[in-house]
């Protein structure tokens, strides 16, 4: 009888689906650790984790491993060359958390826009009057350009043109593979769409070296706004702290970081015109029970052998 390993909390309703299904074994370990779930390895057939790592040497334990299912869509804590070594397809769960995502950078443009640090301090401890500064903006109208096109990106466009936002998209891969239809156009170059924006909202893979770093954010309008609620190290926070000191960037919105948590002495949080918040924009209620199904679902599937490939990331080099 398989059994399945699942490392870290979990919606109920993913347990339930556990529960429920037959034929299959199983344990729960809430502790968000490597090492608090290595000892249950030697019985795992399949694994279900969320956020904690998975090396080399917890793949190596687990003897009997067949596949291993990622509580969301990024893996960089999973060692895929261990998994690739034996041959285990690590699969992903598909969109159940775009619009989470969207959700979150359209109300960090809004939060940013309207100086909403500044203005509930200035309710809570005064001055009453900096409202009479003028400090908060307007973005119907504004530009906003969205780095890279997918999911994400066009429900963030579909929200932002509810407000009278004018938005473009960069995106190399959709260049190259064929733009999508609707209103919504690419830019020819990241350039163009820097000094275009007055808002740019990063929805791209991590590469290996930021796309918004000291050169980038130096071309964009004076006072722009930088919203990330994709990976850290994608804006390089160093460079964007220099700007905001200079002025050169007005505000920003952060949900992920290089390093996560933050330090305390980490640059950006001396800036009361940056909204900071701790890696939520997927982690909402119904994404979660969204993710905790569509987890166990994908190993209940692999197990009966019916697995969607294109929730496999690894399938190329298993090929």
Known sequence: M?????????????????NAAEGVTFDHIEEISEASYQPYLLQADAIVIRTQPLGAASVALAQRLKIVSRHGVGYDAVDVSALNARRIPLCIVGDVNSVSVAEHAMMLILACAKRLIRADASTRQGPWGWRNRLEASEISGKHLLILGYGRIGRHLARMAAGFGMEIRAYDPYLLAQGWPEGAVAAVPTLADGLAWADVVSVHLPKADRPVL????????????????????????????????????????????????????????????????????????????????????????DFLNGRLDPGLIVNRDALA
């Open 213 to 300: 770093g000291t050169v980038e954010l130096a071309q964009m309008k004076p006072g722009a706004m930088v919203i990330n609620t994709a990976r850290g190290g994608i804006v390089d926070e160093a460079a964007l702290a220099q700007a905001l000191h200079a002025g050169q960037i007005g505000a920003a919105g952060l949900d992920v970081f290089e390093a996560e948590p933050p330090l305390p002495d980490h640059p950006l949080l001396g800036f009361d015109q940056v909204i900071l918040t701790p890696h939520i924009a997927g982690l909402t209620a119904e994404s979660a029970e969204r993710m905790a199904v569509a987890s166990v679902q994908n190993v209940l």
């Open 2 to 18: 398989p059994h399945i390993v699942v490392a870290g909390k979990l919606h109920p309703a993913g347990l339930a689906l556990l």
